[in-house]
Structure formats: structure tokens, C-alpha cells
């Protein structure tokens, strides 16, 4: 089927896409991408966030905590049939609700915990795998009173979904880069300012000769800075530091 589109929902949505794409946090990327794509669907609300296959689920709020995805992320998830699917599967999907629940659907624990008590009455949501265990995702919602999505909201979704997948492939990066930050932060106290740059470095997976040239100092003075990291930190290679960090920010 195809999608239609003014030349003005257009505008909003590239220039809502090329926006986000420029975001510096995932809280300003998941405003603006958002803002957008309410508008493209007609869309009450949309989310963005991950699921993970560790059995972990993220919604990243774009105007304050949302005490309904709160509760979601912490307690309901495990009951939606969206990330029953993607639990199920390795494949990305895009889907109205009325594909996935049954006729009972308004009997079942999550919708009687969540969905009905959030006021929400039709949704599309698209799940896009983006490594061995995290997957991105949208939700569009529509509340009680509002027309169901159709045949042609379900088009444009999948017309959008290349640019909607590099925006959430845009959102992980800038939530693994803050988490790294934070990381490296924790361990600043036993580092230099120096020591600080190196680690960086070899947290992005430099040595010691790309490293010299990134900071224009000589590749010995390099290595002798990577010694102290590594004894300030107690590790002994940069795969220890890799995992050391990687610890850190999950924790």
C-alpha cells in the first residue's frame, strides 16, 4: 500500500529526523525525534527506548519522567505482546497492536495492570535489532477517544522505519557514550587530566601510535601514560580496561 504524505508533514519529519540526528544527549535525541513522528502519525504520544534480551527494558522520557513507562520499564514489560515478540524472535517487525493481541486481550494481566490504566487505546510499534542483545524501538499511541490507527499509518511507519532505525542506532550510541563517561568519571579520582585522555583513547580503541598523533605528544610518552592507567586501575591490558569500564557503566 502506499503512503501519503504532504510536502509539509515531510518537512517536519526530515527536519525532525535531521535534528535528532544532531542531538547531544538521548533525552534531547528522544524530544525531538518524538515531536516529529507525533506529528507524522497523528500520534498522541511516542516513545522511544530498548529492549534487551538480558530481560531489560529502557523508555528514554523526552519531557520528564513518564510514571506510566516507569512502571512499565520496571514492572510490566515482561507482559507486553511487543516484547513478547521480540523475546521470540531475531527478526525487526513493525506492527499494529490488532496484529499481536487476541480477543481477549482486554482480560489479560497487562492490560488490566498497564495498558487500559494508562489510557491508552491503539498503538504501532517497530522493533529494530541492533546487536546480538539490544534492540531499538517506537511506540506510537493514540488515547481513549481518538480514531484507530489504520492501514495507511501502518505504510507510513514502514516508509519511515530506515530513518527511524538510524536514529535509534544514534540513541544507543549516545546512551553507551554517556555510560562510558560516567565510568571513566568514577575512575578520574585515581587518574590525571593526562591519564584521563589516554584512557579515553583506548576505551575507543586507540594505541599507543594513534594516540600520539590525536594528541600530538611522542608514542614512548603514550606508552608510559598507558602504564599508569593501567596500574591506577588495576588492570593489565586494554581488554581488562574494556571490561573493567563496561562493568562500571552497567553497574
Known sequence: ??????LER??????????????????????????AASRLLGSDRVYVGFYRRDITSLTIDDA????????YDAHIYRQDPFFQRFASTRRDFLLPLSALRNGDFQ????????YGPSDSFDEITGVFNLDSLTAGYVTFLRRNGAAP?????????????????????RLLHLCRSRDKDIAIGDARSRLSRRETEIARHLVDGGNAKTISRSLAIS???VRNHIKQVYRKLGVHSQVELLATIGSAARD
Open 1 to 6: 500500500m502506499q503512503s501519503n504524505i504532504s
Open 10 to 35: 515531510f518537512g517536519h519529519w526530515s527536519g525532525g529526523v535531521a535534528a535528532a540526528a544532531m542531538a547531544a544527549t538521548p533525552e534531547e535525541l528522544s524530544a525531538r525525534f518524538t515531536a
Open 64 to 71: 520528564g519522567p513518564d510514571r506510566w513507562n516507569r512502571h
Open 107 to 114: 482480560r489479560t494481566p497487562y492490560y488490566r495492570e498497564f
Open 149 to 169: 490507527f489504520g492501514e495507511q499509518d501502518v505504510a507510513m511507519a514502514c516508509a519511515a522505519s530506515s530513518a527511524t532505525r538510524l536514529i535509534l542506532e
Open 219 to 221: 608514542p614512548g610518552t
